[in-house]
């Protein structure tokens, strides 16, 4: 059975890369400090929680790991930086960790720089040095935003990056520190760039919300959608189960990634204003037409033919189908 840790798993994609993980059969951890992951996201699975670090340490270590009952998950509601956790990391408990946690949202960077790279970035760095000779491969979730603008639609992976945000750059600098990884500790890390994740356990009430989340717990909730712009900016959408997928693929993978990166999305692209369009079919929708975004970029598509040849990895879901699961999900009719 392989063990996995994987953090920020209380949240929208942690949360289901953990459901799956057991369901592949999986000994699965989950460490997440709460600050916007959700307890009811794994409801659903056996778990035991475990609040904090000073709790946890009244605890035998090696009960984590051997008295637990089958399919059982921990849930360790802390900072995956705590020293309890890197603690545990290096005493060699996983095969593999699934970097998920991160301050998330490109605006929210762009208010809170210092907060957000502390997080993302130094936080980050102390993970994977203790990852370092302890376990097999760390799996981190990057972000499309690394490349900012880019002019050049779909983009390669080979495609400069020209980060816009802190947020971007932040993920960027930790895409450079997965390549020196290999060179100074031989810690493998393999980095997913996402387009745009969307569905199920993704909430919308807050301002730093990704649009279709937030447009349907505005229609949920009878509320103003908001539409940045002219609506005419397009996206790269990409389902979760395309995210869990690509995360399952680059864990079980044989090659030595050394930091490589990889696009993982849909590989084509839906204007907002479409998609808007579609919502309002048979709903009289309020749209607020609202200024754009700071820092936000017009259009993205990912090339995945890197991640479709080394990786094996297909999009199993598209975008219109992932938001009829997705208003569904929501109970949207």
Request: hydrophobic content about 35%.
């Amino acid at each position: 059975m392989r063990k996995a840790l994987v953090t920020g798993g209380c949240g929208f994609i942690g949360s289901n890369l953990a459901k799956e993980l057991v369901r592949l059969g999986w000994q699965v951890d989950i460490v997440d400090n709460m600050s916007s992951g959700h307890i009811k996201l794994v409801a659903d699975l056996k778990c035991r929680f475990l609040p904090g670090a000073g709790f946890i340490r009244a605890y035998n270590l090696q009960d984590l790991s051997t008295n637990r009952k089958q399919d059982e998950v921990i849930v360790i509601q802390d900072d995956f930086d705590s020293s309890f956790i890197l603690e545990y990391i290096s005493d060699k408990h996983y095969d593999v960790v699934f970097h998920q946690a991160a301050v998330p949202r490109v605006s929210y960077s762009v208010e809170h720089p210092e907060h957000t790279t502390d997080t993302n970035i130094l936080k980050t760095v102390k993970l994977f040095k203790a990852c370092a000779g302890n376990v097999d491969r760390v799996v981190f979730a990057s972000s499309s935003s690394v490349y900012g603008g880019a002019e050049n639609l779909p983009t390669k992976e080979s495609t400069e990056k020209q980060p816009k945000s802190p947020y971007a750059w932040q993920k960027s600098a930790i895409e450079d520190f997965a390549k020196m990884c290999w060179d100074l500790y031989k810690l493998d890390v393999v980095c997913l760039r996402y387009f745009n994740v969307f569905g199920p356990g993704q909430y919308g009430d807050s301002p730093y919300s990704t649009a279709v989340s937030a447009w349907c717990h505005a229609i949920k909730n009878d509320l103003e959608l908001r539409s940045d712009g002219d609506g005419s900016q397009s996206r790269d959408m990409c389902y979760v189960d395309n995210a869990v997928s690509a995360n399952i693929l680059a864990a079980n993978n044989e090659a030595t990634f050394m930091g490589r990166c990889y696009n993982i999305s849909c590989g084509d692209r839906t204007s907002n204003k479409d998609i808007l369009e579609f919502l309002s079919k048979n709903k009289n929708l309020k749209i607020n037409h609202a200024p754009w975004r700071q820092g936000d970029v017009m259009h993205t598509q990912a090339d995945i033919t890197r991640a479709q040849i080394e990786l094996r990895y297909e999009p199993c879901v598209r975008f219109w189908e992932g938001l009829e699961r997705t208003l569904e999900w929501w109970d949207i009719k």
